[in-house]
């Protein structure tokens, strides 16, 4: 069976900023959930939950038993599975465990569950945006505040040099959000590192990572 984009959720159980981050309730919500349900209303084609954790395979078979789901009773082994593991090694397991299953992936997008603000219609936008660059991977960014032009290092040497005489003739910088990856499988293989930008607002790619992004992300949640 052929798999036209397939929605990759990663959700390790190790996190160590936020202890199991990726089951926190946040206003009455897994967090997973914020991602799960858009993706399930999305043109995304299969969902694959990634995770270790036994716990939180069964928290997820509770709001996902439907068509789409393709996880069957995959748990990520250990040693792919913790802050040192890579992308790569999860994604590869992924395609390895769906292909033994019979399916065909052609295109897939990684949906971490720490970005929370995701919608159905974002989903399907950057899937659109995929198709019409001839399949090109896509990684989204935001649009970033605290610019490197003012930032220094710790011997007092500038990061970027700035020739600029004042803020608003800056050039734009953005920032990898973590919201979305987008790859085809073929040039995934073949490490192409080519890729097209989507851009969010600094709200939308709003990425939970300690304390300070969960007060944040829970009042602007309400």
């Known amino acids: ?30 967090c997973f959930r914020y991602t799960l349900e858009p993706v399930i209303k999305s043109n995304v084609d299969k969902i ?34 913790s802050d040192k593991s890579t992308c790569n090694e999860y994604v590869n397991s992924c395609i390895e465990f769906l292909t033994q299953k019979g399916y065909t992936i052609k295109n897939f997008i990684i949906l971490q569950p720490s970005s929370l603000f995701r919608t159905s ?68 293989n073949s490490n192409e590192e080519v890729f097209i930008k989507y851009i969010m607002e600094k709200e939308e790619g709003y990425d939970l990572d300690d304390q300070t992004d969960l007060k944040i992300i829970s009042l602007l949640l309400k």
């Open 121 to 188: 219609e974002q989903i399907n936008n950057v899937i659109d945006l995929h198709k019409q660059n001839n399949y090109t991977n896509i990684k989204s960014v935001s649009p970033i505040i605290q610019t490197p032009y003012y930032m220094i290092y710790e011997d007092n040497t500038q990061v970027i040099k700035n020739h600029f005489k004042n803020r608003q003739s800056h050039k734009t910088i953005y920032i990898y959000n973590g919201a979305y990856y987008v790859y085809n499988l073929h040039k995934y």
């Open 48 to 81: 694959f939950f990634s995770t270790d954790s036994t716990e939180y395979l069964t928290l997820y078979r509770k709001y996902c038993s439907h068509e789409k789901d393709v996880t069957f009773n995959y748990l990520r082994d250990g040693s792919i599975s």
């Open 1 to 30: 069976m052929i798999i036209n984009y397939l929605g990759i959720i990663p959700a390790r159980s190790g996190s160590k900023g936020i202890i199991n981050k990726n089951i926190l309730k946040i206003n009455g919500k897994e």
